[in-house]
């Protein structure tokens, strides 16, 4: 989530505003996908709040608020409540896109089984699933599947009802594969950070001085490395 205007600085915002800025438009407070928090002048001492689809121009929630009568504290609550709200619609929104074109997966799957959705619904009730094979879990699923772009992308156009639904599908679907991706890189980057941090403080170092004749700092080194390197023993730094 982008927060542009931090809960706290409410209203210094729109006393900083309210004569130039927020007469001709809204401020954006924060913004989370599709969706962002809007400030608006009602006038001298009043602005309200506003929980917007930016993109379709629907409003979720509102608050109108008078500087004379409310504080700081009080405000922050409420645009941590429509923070909250915002990330729910969010999560909620890309939770039902990847379930459909999960959806649209499964139907793919039990067509290339020969099996119709139908007798599939029936042996998932019954007691003879075991005999049936079963389509993947949703681990395997996001790992092998979805998380592929050139698959998804297929399915989509396979499974799309109208042009305006499949463009829909693939804008959402190439965005969320790439944030998944970056996340799924940065977790496995900070799990060997942590797991070499641990390491490291569990060894303990030891310096020894040792001195070679030579007639170079890097005619010196050499003969060092060289000593070392014939019969090495775990790990070793050579400094200078």
């Given at each position: 989530m982008f927060t542009y205007i931090k809960p706290e600085f409410m209203i210094h915002t729109f006393t900083q505003q309210r004569d130039n800025v927020l007469n001709e438009r809204s401020l954006c407070v924060a913004r989370l996908g599709d969706y962002a928090i809007q400030m608006a002048k009602v006038d001298d001492s009043t602005f309200s709040l506003s929980l917007e689809n930016a993109s379709e121009g629907a409003t979720y929630a509102g608050k109108v608020i008078n500087i004379n009568n409310t504080n700081e504290e009080s405000i922050a609550l409420i645009v941590d409540d429509l923070f909250r709200r915002m990330q729910a619609i969010n999560e909620k929104e890309i939770f039902d896109m990847r379930e459909n074109i999960w959806k649209w997966y499964a139907l793919s799957w039990l067509e290339e089984q020969d099996i119709s959705l139908e007798d599939y619904l029936d042996s998932r009730m019954g007691h003879s699933y075991e005999e049936m094979p079963h389509w993947k879990s949703f681990e395997e699923y996001m790992a092998e599947d979805y998380l592929s772009i050139a698959s998804t992308m297929n399915i989509i156009n396979k499974y799309a009802q109208t042009p305006e639904e499949s463009e829909k599908y693939r804008t959402f679907a190439a965005k969320d594969i790439v944030e998944m991706r970056q996340r799924h890189s940065l977790d496995i980057i900070q799990e060997e950070f942590a797991a070499k941090a641990d390491g490291y403080?569990?060894?303990?170092?030891?310096?020894?001085?040792?001195?070679?004749v030579a007639d170079s700092r890097n005619e010196a080194r050499k003969k060092l490395e060289a000593l070392l390197k014939d019969t090495p023993v775990g790990e070793f730094i050579i400094r200078g």
């Open positions: 403080e569990k060894k303990t170092t030891y310096g020894f001085g040792i001195e070679v």
